[in-house]
DNA sequence: CAAACACTTCATGAATCGTTCAACTGTTGC
DNA sequence: GCAACAGTTGAACGATTCATGAAGTGTTTG
């Protein structure tokens, strides 16, 4: 019997076309989700949810050297998923925008609900 | 003078909790973001935003080897990006929800916007 | 039931990532 | 200006991740 299938249907023409996307903007939305991809640079983040920490402050808070926050907040930086801000001799970092904020809680909501 | 700043202030009285967040949540939101960030299994997510594909059209499309494509759609498939059915021979992949199509429009918007 | 097809899984080597120590830069207070 | 404080950067290392070929599983067709 000749039941043809749904996808010999989609085959039956070549190669279906890949939607246009711009190569730069997903090699840059791949690079913001590879920054937010670790526990502890998303644990930066939480903190950051909750307003305005200080290098030394997130080192406290987390049991962690100095220099681990800094280097893990300077990948955070270089996608754009914090900000940061001089006050005396210390540097203040928060989330860069409510964008940020809010692809944290849909994440979280998702890893949730499984 | 003694101007103290905001940063002292937050300071003073020792370590600032970290906000209470489920550590199995962190660790599946970590590991949710690090399927998404990559762009070759990015390119795979803007296919199927566009409905059902089967693997040899992907590999097929994307100019890349079954096996190669395979292991890209499995760990899409171990954090929930995707969902999976058997048509006849061919297995379709899909969004796994509207949720991941959502967070995958969001970080490309975020990219775009830089 | 055997061959063909459509994948998946395993194993491996290459590349990338994350942490840490040491050295460096910038700011404040004496 | 110099010592102390706050943070960044560089380099080295182990740990993870990614792509790929070979072998294995499940489904259909003759």
Redesign the interface.
Known sequence: MN?S????E??AH??????A???A???????????????S???LL??L??G???V??LA???GEGLSTISQRLKVLRGE?LVARRR????I?YSLADD??A???A???????E?
Chains 1, 2 share one sequence.
């Open positions: 039941r299938t749904v996808a010999e989609l085959h070549g190669a279906r076309p890949v939607p996307i711009d190569t903007a997903l090699e840059a939305a791949a690079s913001f989700f590879r920054a937010a991809g670790d526990v640079r998303l644990r939480t903190c949810q909750q305005e920490w200080c030394t402050e406290e808070s987390l754009g006050d005396g001799k210390h203040l964008h940020v809010a692809l944290l849909a994440a979280l909501e998702h890893a949730r499984r």
